[in-house]
């Protein structure tokens, strides 16, 4: 195939698939599929509804989007971007990747190329998607259609590491899928291209991407409570630790989303169906998972400690998205905490400027409130969203029912804390 004659298509338009096939459309001309009806409208009026690309970034796009999967046949570049999730026993769920590459078998054609951008275990795109794409379009790959594997590394809030000025890791099932697929994203990424060996080394290249940052989070936050035990502060240690050419600066803080804290475990499935058991990558699950359980307990233990009934005392929670700068609270581990917390009968109160509403209500039964209201026996500050970021003492102590704990998660405050009791991870 020519780069000339590639008509682009992506499956999935969501926080990865949409700035994909936009960048994508300045290029080329691109067909943007999505099951999603609403989505499909919003797109279609130059709306991202995930709240990540402006309005100029749909300016000069060669683009049509549809919930219609017929209109893939259009397309001979296929890109695949749907949802990895884990079901409730956090084993991976390829519901979505699996009907989305039976879209894509369908509007196969001889000499297309099909490329799985989805986060996934080593060897699922050739176990799994390529023998269905065989099966739906009645193809063979390398015969008659190529394939291939780039994962995805963006960074949903993060205006400085984009699709363009980040390099991207390719892989396809022969030499001339590598080099044709290379072509194609190298002429929208500007950072350069990197060639892996094979689809399953770029496969395992991602995943284990996010599982060194999950471990390494779960590494600080067990040593956030050997800290608590010896009375040091952690922050404080890893500021001085940090002074070493090579220590690693990670932060305890909770680990939520769909990314960071989900592949790990598409690669631990696949190491168990491989006969191993990978103790170290599922002790790193458990630690991050239990932390909004042990934020709660600490935070009541030190209000029972400041004379505070829990029953009769009120918390103000700063933040509620998954992390800082973005409005998905997909997975929010400080909506864990706000449980937790209102488990113990305290009264609760979560601010957030940027999280999405309605998803916050239909995933948690939670609201939010505009502004902290009246005043509050312990502050937590769990989201470090730019407002947050700058807040100053005398706002904190305009919102406190002294005596009254700070709680600071992301150990933001601990310069700010004048007149709390004050703790951090
Ligand atoms: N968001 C991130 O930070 C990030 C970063 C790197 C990689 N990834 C990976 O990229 C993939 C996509 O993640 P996301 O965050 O963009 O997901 P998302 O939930 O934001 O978007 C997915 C989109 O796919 C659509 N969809 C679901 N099933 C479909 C189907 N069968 N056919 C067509 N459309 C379908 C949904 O309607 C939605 O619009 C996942 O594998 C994820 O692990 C995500």
Redesign the pocket.
Known sequence: MKLENTIISV???????LPIALAFAKKFQVIG????EE?IKKMQQGIDP?GEVDAAGFEDARIEFSANPAFLKKANFHIV????PIDIHTMPDLG?LL??TI?VGKALKPGDYVVF????YPACTEEECVPLLEEISGLKMGKDFKAGFS??????GDKEHTLENVIKVVSGNDAEALDFIAEVYGSIVQAGIYKASSIKVAEAAKIIENTQRDLNIALMNEISMICDRLKINTFEVIQAAGTKWNFLKFTPGLVGG??IG??PYYLTYKAKALGHDPKVILAGRYTNDQMPGYIAKKTVQKMVKLGKNPAESRVLVLGITFKEGVSDVRNSKVAELVRELQAFSLSVDVVDPFAEKEALHEDYGLSLASEPCGVYDAIVLAVAHQPFRELENKTLQSWANFPALLVDIKGLLRTKSEGFQYWSL
């Open positions: 499956t999935g338009l969501g926080y990865v698939g599929f999505d099951i999603n989505r995930s971007a749907v949802p990895t979505p009907s989305a879209s951008e989805s986060t996934t994962p995805e590394r963006i960074n949903p769909h990314c989900v592949d």
